[in-house]
């Protein structure tokens, strides 16, 4: 686990963060720095494990993950536990050969899950060389296995 992971002092003065509620900017910053993290933004994280790092109950993740969504902050895939941050590879991108090759160990520990086409694409357009080493994405648009987070 990384010690450090930048954070812009932007982040409370961008218009949409400062238009969300208080639990919602906290699950955002949560999402950004949480031990479970990784710096290319797709990561393993089952909702229980917010709960229990933010003392939350199911409801305020679920309400506070939902604006994340919606806003397109964030992606879910509830049946893998994975949320996907979209923009992460746009601050955070791999350029050197060990970096890569950290960014696919830290890939390797993160389940199977469709989200990994998006992050495939994003790869393509923010960090070549990462999208180079992963190989031959699925080339289909994901339309299926991706869900808010409600049980």
């Known amino acids: 686990m990384a010690r450090y992971y930048p954070v812009s002092p932007l982040y409370w003065s961008d218009d949409t963060v400062v238009g969300w509620k208080d639990s919602e ?3 955002a910053l949560y999402l950004l720095t949480c031990p ?3 710096l290319e933004g797709l990561y393993r994280l089952p909702v229980a494990y917010i709960e229990a790092d933010l003392g939350w109950d199911r409801r305020q ?3 506070a993950m ?3 969504i919606v806003k397109r902050f964030a992606a879910y895939d509830t049946k893998a536990s994975v949320v996907w941050l979209p923009n992460a590879l746009k601050y955070h991108q ?3 050969k ?3 090759q950290g960014a696919l160990n830290a890939l390797q520990a993160v389940p199977d899950t469709p989200l990994f086409e998006h992050f495939a694409e994003a790869a393509k357009h923010y960090a070549p060389r ?3 080493a992963l190989g031959e994405p699925l080339t289909e648009p994901l339309t299926e296995g991706v869900e808010e987070p409600h049980e």
């Open 98 to 100: 060990p970096q890569v």
């Open 66 to 68: 939902t604006t994340m």
């Open 36 to 38: 479970h993290r990784n």
């Open 61 to 63: 993740v679920q309400d």
């Open 130 to 132: 990462l999208y180079e």
């Open 94 to 96: 791999p350029a050197t």
């Open 25 to 27: 900017k906290l699950l």
